[in-house]
Structure formats: structure tokens, C-alpha cells
């Protein structure tokens, strides 16, 4: 009797003690995505911030990068130098960060220059520094017109990838 008891009673902490653990780790699993979900949360708001701090900066031509550049990866410089010369077909992409609503974005375009002067200057903006919604955008924008893609085909494609999980769209007109 005495070890019928023993049983019991080690089959009773066994089940308390699986009981703990599986509490715990569904306490720590409910931790890690509130964690998560604050960081998302924050990362947006910094995003949001910065983005109407973006720095503006004039050169020659598109063809001179800005100086807020200088110390940035070599991939970097060559979105923004892909940018540059390829307005009409960022014109007519949108932007996906919320760059619209926080920065007055109307397309991918204006994520990397602010304004194109009449006299062949341009005034770059940093905001594309900053998102890599910003950058992936344009840098797949051009791939795929190099390969051939219709504006169109590219304005479909951005907006399938990214219809869901990411800010609202900037108010780019239809193709």
C-alpha cells in the first residue's frame, strides 16, 4: 500500500510540475510576442519621428550624390543613384513604410529626392536612409524595369508583395 502511494504521489508532482512548465512557457511564449509586438510598435513611431526630420540636401545634378551618403553602404548609394534616374517609374510606385501620412509622400520617388530643379539641381532626401520598405521598393522597381517589365507590370507586382502586413500606400496615382 505504501508504494501505491509512492506512485501517487510521484505521479501527482509529475503533473503539477508539467503543469508549471507548460504555463511558464506559454507565459514566456505570450512575453516574446508582447516584446515583439512593442518593438514593431516602436520601430514605427522612431520611423515616424525621423520622418519628418528627413535632411534635405542640394546638388548639381542626379548624378552628384548628397554628402548625408558618404558613409553609407555602396547599396545604398546605388538605390538612390538608381532613383534618381529613374523618376517617371517611381513616380508611378507607390511607397509602403507610411511615409504618406507621416512625411507627405505622394510616390517611391519622393522617399529619395525631394524636388528637381528647373536648373538641373536636385534637392535629395534622406528618408530612404532610414526604411528599407523605402529601398526595397525602388531597388526592385528598377531591377525589374531592367528586365524588361512594363511600369504597369512592376506597379502590380509592388502592390501584390506588399498589400498586406505593411503601412497604407502612398497616394500614387493608378498606372
Known sequence: MFQLHKQSLFVLIMLVVSIFSVACA???QEKVSKEKTSQTTKDHEQHSEVASGDIREETASNEVLPEFLKDKPEEMQTIYTNAAQNKELLE???CYCGCGES?????NYDCFIYENKEDGKVVWDDHGTKCGVCLEIADQSVSDLKSGKSIKQIRQSIDEKY???YAKPTPTPEV
Not at 103 to 107: D, M, P, S, T
Open 26 to 28: 506559454n507565459t514566456n
Open 92 to 94: 508611378n510606385i507607390p
Open 103 to 107: 512625411a507627405g509622400h505622394k510616390n
Open 163 to 165: 498589400k498586406s502586413g
